[in-house]
């Protein structure tokens, strides 16, 4: 069984910065693409960024891109997301979650294991 764990969300200004982590459980975190997804109030989950299984690639949605860096540290397990120059657009409950085996990176669908997130939220 997999468990992610998020952490590092919080409260901060218009143009201030955070890292978000995710702690994964398991042997396996290496072999598996992993992506941060968000979701606002009132509106779907979306895809905010996706890293390969060695780290070597990533992708990001065109709204924060150049903004977020998506990176992994597979001795540790653990996913980041560092985010800067917020804007309170960025404001959302942030998810960690794992790709399975086959899939596109950005279909939440294709994600098989959640976290149970963490709010992030920008105060303008």
């Known amino acids: 069984q997999v468990q992610l764990v998020e952490s590092g969300g919080g409260l901060v200004q218009a143009g201030g910065s955070l890292r978000l982590s995710c702690a994964a459980s398991?042997?396996?975190?290496?072999?598996?693409?992993m992506g941060w997804f968000r979701q606002a109030p009132g509106k779907e989950r979306e895809f905010v960024a996706a890293?390969?299984?060695?780290?070597?690639?990533?992708i990001y949605a065109d709204s924060v891109k150049g903004r977020f860096s998506i990176s992994r540290d597979n001795a540790k397990n653990t996913l980041y997301l560092q985010m800067n120059s917020l804007k309170s657009e960025d404001t959302a409950v942030y998810y960690c979650?794992?790709?399975?085996?086959?899939?596109?990176?950005?279909?939440?669908?294709?994600?098989?294991?959640w976290g149970q997130g963490t709010q992030v939220t920008v105060s303008s």
């Open positions: 979650s794992r790709r399975g085996i086959r899939g596109d990176w950005q279909k939440l669908e294709d994600y098989d294991y």
């Open positions: 890293v390969s299984s060695s780290g070597s690639r990533t």
């Open positions: 398991g042997r396996s975190f290496s072999s598996y693409y």
